[in-house]
């Protein structure tokens, strides 16, 4: 992340002061959420300092430097009470204090992009890999890589379900590369594990498993139809899945588009019914690889491309894409790991165009979706989180 200067560098220092680095939630003079130091020196919480230590509270690990100890050994962070008693009654001012609402753990974004919420932490969610919105109910799912590997979350970010176990029967999931959330209210997941599609209802029931022959199913989006668009990276193809996922019945499994290379993030325009694919390219000499974006007409004409080469002639440093979406106007969205942002490269007629929404505050970003009410939500692989903005 660039060097930042001002008022932004001194509110993220405050920022990582005056919160639990593990669930992101301001510290407070209550019992919960009072500061306690371990013995290798890191500050948490006691309501996570509960939680590490597991029902038994005998030992625990540092979840940052690994350092094991005993829930007997951790003490009180003096300084960090006093703080907070000169930033009023309770603890009342740290939202003031810091300039915003509460609930979220990063920097304002520029360009009209504000936090509102952000969810998760370590042990909460642990590497996720995808995440997707409801439109009509306004829930979130996310996959990750817990024990349970499903994840919903309510519109105010309470987590109202967890399923998909990580096993070996016919509905488990066991490798979890994306989820998209259809128009009729359920859970489609790309399991890399044993290269299947499986289908879930709200409350967690398997309702379908599609093992169609993919090679390794990655990304995948649904259409306002509630068909399936998902890419096959070692196939390099993509597919079109049709399903009654009332009944569990498949109806048609549809190879639309082939000789791709890697293919993974896919997103369906909603209004235009546009598809945007990235491609992951292999590495040519001493580079890592790169990305390129490819945009395709409903009729799968393809109508625009741009990749990390094009890229770089309009914007300085590298850029290298993970996640993609189109925003209600049909805008390509994408996320970028190099610069830690999220950028916007226009309509397919303008492609590409070149405008950071967040530059600020993102670690690792690997999921991108939008919500009913126009949020922008990023999931961030660096700090296991989900980060919602409004404008």
Known sequence: RPPQTGMAAEDEAELSLLECRVCFEPYGPDEQRRPLNLPCGHVLCRDCVGALAGAERRRLECPFCRRPCGPTETSECRPLLQLLELLGPAGGGLASALGRSGGGAATP????????????GWGSLVNPTGVAACRRSGRLAVAHDGKKRIL???PSGFCLRRFGERGDAGNDIKYPLDVTVTSDGHVVVTDGGDCSVKAFDFEGRGVLAVREGFCLPWGLDATPKSEVILTDSEAGALY????DFQKGELKKCQMI?????SPRAVAVCQTSGA?????HLKARGPSKGSTRVKIFSAEMDLIGQTDSFGLNLIFPSRIYATAVAFDKEGRVIVTDVCSQAVICLGKPKEFPIFNPLISHGLSYPVGLTYMANDSLVVLDGGDHSIKIYSS
Request: aromatic letters at 6%; charged letters at 15%; hydrophobic letters at 55%.
């Open 109 to 120: 974004a520029p360009a009209g992009f504000g936090l509102r919420l952000c969810l998760g």
């Open 152 to 154: 919903i979350f309510g």
């Open 240 to 243: 079109r899945l049709t399903a």
């Open 257 to 261: 588009r082939s000789r791709l290379v």
């Open 275 to 279: 598809v945007v694919v990235i491609e």
